[in-house]
């Protein structure tokens, strides 16, 4: 938990813009690297992830980006929905949790 | 295919009171289990993990305990609660030798009064 703990950042974008979400790590040694998603009152859950030899992964409507150079993950969505909105976590081995990003999608 | 459950899904208690929440894993053997904590508005802290029955690592000194009596059974325990227990509680699960991939239970809202 390199930032655990902390206030969330909120990122407020307009339904359809792209959303992207930006997290930095320190623990150099992960295998893989994880985002989740947590809506209001649930427990996170999986969205996509990335084995940390890749530098980009896509999913549906979601690429996660990988740089290790200077240790920094990123989430793109494309064409935000409403549905989006929520708190994304990213996470590298074991027990590690960012301190997440909350999304707010404007209609 | 695995389930998580976690109960209860909330939970009003007063200061100085006992804690029990409790966590089960359907559908595999041998799994890695956490539970997390999460303040309003705050990320995800790690409380305690344990890869076996009766093995316990603790993350974060403070009132609370673990427990894990059965292979898929989890259990988070308090003697006495404090107002700053309140939060939201996560069980999550992994596969053992498996360095991703968590799966989250839905959650315990705890209010400590």
């Known amino acids: 938990g390199e930032s655990v703990g902390l206030h969330l950042p909120t990122l407020s974008v307009q339904e359809g813009d792209n959303s992207i979400i930006n997290c930095a790590y320190s623990?150099?040694?992960?295998?893989?690297f994880i985002w989740y998603k947590q809506e209001s009152g649930k427990g996170p859950q999986f969205i996509i992830d990335i084995r940390s030899n890749m530098d980009k992964r896509q999913g549906q409507r979601v690429t996660v980006l990988l740089n290790k150079t200077v240790k920094h993950l990123s989430l793109q969505i494309a064409a935000t929905q409403p549905g989006d909105s929520a708190v994304y976590f990213c996470?590298?081995?074991?027990?590690?949790f960012g301190g997440g990003t909350r999304l707010m999608v404007k209609p | 295919s695995q389930t998580i459950h976690q109960w209860p899904a909330t939970l009003v208690q007063p200061v100085g009171s006992p804690l029990s929440l409790e966590c089960t894993v359907e559908?595999?053997?041998?799994?890695?289990l956490y539970w997390y904590r999460q303040a309003a508005g705050r990320g995800l802290q790690l409380l305690f993990y344990s890869v076996g029955i009766g093995q316990i690592s603790s993350e974060v000194p403070q009132n609370l305990s673990a427990s894990r009596p059965q292979d898929r059974q989890f259990i988070l325990s308090s003697k006495k609660l404090l107002l700053s227990d309140s939060g939201f509680y996560l069980c999550?699960?992994?596969?053992?030798?498996?360095?991703?991939?968590?799966?989250f239970g839905s959650g315990t809202r705890l209010t400590v009064v």
């Open positions: 623990n150099s040694a992960s295998d893989y």
């Open positions: 559908g595999t053997s041998n799994p890695n």
């Open positions: 999550a699960w992994r596969k053992r030798r498996q360095n991703y991939g968590y799966t």
């Open positions: 996470a590298g081995n074991m027990l590690t």
